[in-house]
């Protein structure tokens, strides 16, 4: 054998020599740490962990294949079937929350948008807007863009003329007509598809021109929007039709064994499980008594199991015993002073609740003329009153706060406008408890109605969540 083959064979012993000691000192190693295993375990859970509990996205898992999900074990898996299932459980059981929030501005503002597809998407916005905020109440109301348009600025300047139709008109025989096209109904009517769990559209929405392209919008994803195999304390649903007996029959699927009262009323609702279930109508007064109208949605408090029977809720009810959200609800009103006279939610502190006792007691309006929202937080943090040029009031604690934003040409023109209102424009700041504004030094000459909500609740996010009582 020549002198290059015994070099060629001693190359190759020496890389399986090494190939082989590298191998023993892995294994080595391996024995060195034998929980390597668990630590990846265990660094996984946490990271899961890490992520934003009120998230759904946080703690999703597989309800499908029933595989449990990297980081879990299967005996945990049953209680992480479903991300929003399970959302309302995460929040801090021990707080719930009595306080609400409501959101005012004019449908005046879709007409600023020029095509419908951007009139949608403006609607759409704010519905995001209002559920990633947990607004609970959204007002829609009239402002007279005829009457806005033919006026004088307040400041002294001539407004330019306002663009879009009206809301209604009077015909050649004195009726009142409605034109083709509503903003306020558009407004409303989007705000309320979008704030509907899918499953209930199409019992509770018929084909409509202004739902044409909602498919296209973002979806709001609140935690009140379950799928199939989400497990919830609550569901929303829909009254279907059901037997006039109520109590016997094949339908009686569920029923929880209890001496049930010869008037008592049980209705079947769909609440997205594929077929209805059976839920008791709660409550003592005259309301319990009448008949639930078939198609209207309702609040249910899920049976503990198959075999029971579920109540129906007010609306309110998940918000007060979790504190999380469980959607908006949208109110048309005819003008500002209708907005501010009239309140949806009753005092629970008196004997008989009555939505007449009920009152906004803390009402802001907004204007580029307000008070800084800065100083007036730093106020409320010190409990002292900040004066300015206008008497704006200060923050202070509440029960239902109201946000109200104008249009195109701000609140001053719609008080001056509104007849039933017997303040000038220069005399709007005293309507309202608080008058603010919502971004000092801004950098553009106008600050429209979509961007002004986003940024007046991120700002005072951290004051309702401290002053609601």
Same mark, same amino acid.
Request: glycine share 10%; net charge neutral; aromatic share 6%.
């Given at each position: 054998?020549?002198?290059?083959?015994?070099?060629?064979?001693?190359?190759?012993?020496?890389?399986?020599?090494?190939?082989?000691?590298?191998?023993?000192?892995h294994?080595?190693?391996?024995?060195?740490?034998?929980?390597?295993?668990?630590?990846?375990?265990?660094?996984?859970?946490?990271?899961?962990?890490?992520?934003?509990?009120?998230?759904?996205?946080?703690?999703? $898992?597989?309800?499908?294949?029933?595989?449990?999900?990297?980081?879990t074990?299967?005996?945990?898996?049953?209680?992480?079937?479903?991300?929003?299932?399970?959302?309302?459980?995460?929040?801090r059981?021990?707080?719930?929350?009595?306080?609400?929030?409501?959101?005012?501005?004019?449908? $005046?503002?879709?007409?600023?948008?020029?095509?419908?597809?951007?009139?949608?998407?403006?609607?759409?916005? =704010?519905?995001?807007?209002?559920?990633?905020?947990?607004?609970?109440?959204?007002?829609?109301?009239?402002?007279?863009?005829k009457?806005?348009?033919?006026?004088?600025?307040?400041?002294?300047?001539?407004?330019?003329?306002?663009?879009?139709?009206?809301?209604?008109?009077?015909g050649?025989?004195?009726?009142?007509?409605?034109?083709?096209?509503?903003?306020?109904?558009? =407004?409303?009517?989007?705000?309320q598809?979008? %704030?509907?769990?899918?499953?209930?559209?199409?019992?509770?929405?018929?084909?409509?021109?202004?739902?044409?392209?909602?498919?296209?919008?973002?979806?709001?994803?609140?935690?009140?929007?379950?799928?199939?195999?989400?497990?919830?304390?609550?569901?929303?649903?829909?009254?279907?039709?059901?037997?006039?007996?109520?109590?016997?029959?094949?339908?009686?699927?569920?029923?929880?064994g209890?001496?049930?009262?010869?008037?008592?009323?049980?209705?079947?609702?769909?609440?997205?499980?594929?077929?209805?279930?059976?839920?008791?109508?709660?409550?003592?007064?005259?309301?319990?008594?009448e008949?639930?109208p078939?198609?209207?949605?309702?609040?249910?408090?899920?049976?503990?199991?198959?075999?029971?029977?579920?109540?129906?809720?007010?609306?309110?009810?998940?918000?007060?015993?979790?504190?999380?959200?469980?959607?908006?609800?949208?109110?048309?009103?005819?003008s500002? $002073?209708e907005?501010?006279?009239?309140?949806?939610?009753?005092?629970?502190?008196?004997?008989?609740?009555?939505?007449?006792?009920? %009152?906004?007691? =803390?009402?802001?309006?907004?204007?580029?003329?307000?008070?800084?929202?800065?100083?007036?937080?730093?106020?409320?943090?010190?409990?002292?009153?900040?004066?300015?040029?206008?008497?704006?009031g200060?923050?202070?604690?509440?029960?239902?706060?109201?946000?109200?934003?104008?249009?195109?040409?701000?609140?001053?023109?719609?008080?001056?406008?509104?007849?039933?209102?017997?303040?000038?424009?220069?005399?709007?700041?005293?309507?309202?408890?608080?008058?603010?504004?919502?971004?000092?030094?801004?950098?553009?000459?106008?600050?429209r109605?979509?961007?002004?909500?986003?940024?007046?609740?991120?700002?005072?996010?951290?004051?309702?969540?401290?002053?609601?009582?």
């Open positions: 054998m020549d002198e290059s083959g015994k070099k060629k064979r001693s190359r190759k012993r020496g890389k399986r020599s090494a190939t082989a000691d590298a191998g023993s000192t294994k080595e190693a391996s024995a060195a740490s034998p929980s390597k295993p668990g630590t990846e375990a265990s660094a996984s859970k946490e990271f899961l962990e890490r992520n934003n509990p009120y998230k759904p996205s946080g703690f999703a $898992s597989s309800a499908s294949n029933g595989q449990p999900q990297r980081g074990d299967a005996a945990k898996q049953s209680t992480l079937t479903s991300a929003r299932g399970h959302l309302l459980e995460r929040q059981k021990d707080i719930g929350r009595d306080w609400t929030l409501s959101v005012a501005l004019p449908g $005046s503002i879709i007409l600023n948008a020029q095509t419908p597809e951007l009139q949608a998407r403006l609607a759409g916005g =704010l519905a995001r807007t209002c559920a990633i905020f947990n607004v609970d109440e959204v007002i829609v109301f009239h402002e007279d863009v009457a806005v348009s033919q006026g004088h600025d307040w400041t002294g300047g001539r407004r330019k003329a306002a663009g879009g139709h009206q809301r209604a008109e009077a050649a025989d004195g009726t009142e007509e409605r034109s083709a096209f509503d903003p306020d109904a558009f =407004l409303a009517r989007i705000l598809y979008l %704030e509907t769990p899918q499953y209930l559209r199409k019992a509770l929405f018929p084909m409509h021109k202004d739902l044409r392209l909602a498919g296209l919008l973002p979806p709001l994803d609140c935690p009140h929007h379950l799928r199939y195999e989400d497990v919830s304390t609550f569901r929303e649903g829909v009254v279907v039709e059901s037997d006039s007996s109520g109590h016997h029959g094949k339908k009686r699927r569920y029923d929880d209890a001496a049930h009262n010869g008037n008592e009323q049980l209705v079947e609702v769909d609440v997205g499980l594929g077929q209805p279930i059976r839920a008791r109508v709660s409550g003592d007064g005259p309301s319990a008594n008949k639930v078939t198609g209207v949605r309702v609040t249910v408090r899920m049976p503990p199991h198959v075999g029971a029977v579920g109540k129906l809720v007010s609306p309110r009810q998940p918000v007060k015993e979790t504190g999380g959200y469980w959607g908006y609800s949208v109110r048309l009103c005819n500002l $002073s907005v501010l006279t009239t309140c949806p939610f009753g005092r629970e502190s008196t004997a008989s609740p009555d939505a007449s006792q009920a %009152e906004y007691d =803390l009402v802001l309006g907004t204007s580029e003329r307000g008070t800084s929202l800065t100083e007036l937080l730093e106020g409320a943090a010190t409990a002292t009153s900040v004066t300015s040029q206008m008497d704006t200060r923050l202070k604690p509440f029960k239902h706060a109201l946000l109200v934003l104008g249009g195109l040409s701000g609140l001053e023109v719609i008080i001056d406008q509104d007849p039933t209102i017997d303040l000038g424009a220069h005399q709007a700041s005293l309507l309202f408890d608080v008058w603010i504004n919502v971004l000092e030094k801004q950098g553009s000459r106008t600050i109605t979509e961007e002004a909500l986003p940024i007046a609740l991120a700002r005072l996010k951290t004051f309702f969540e401290a002053y609601g009582t």
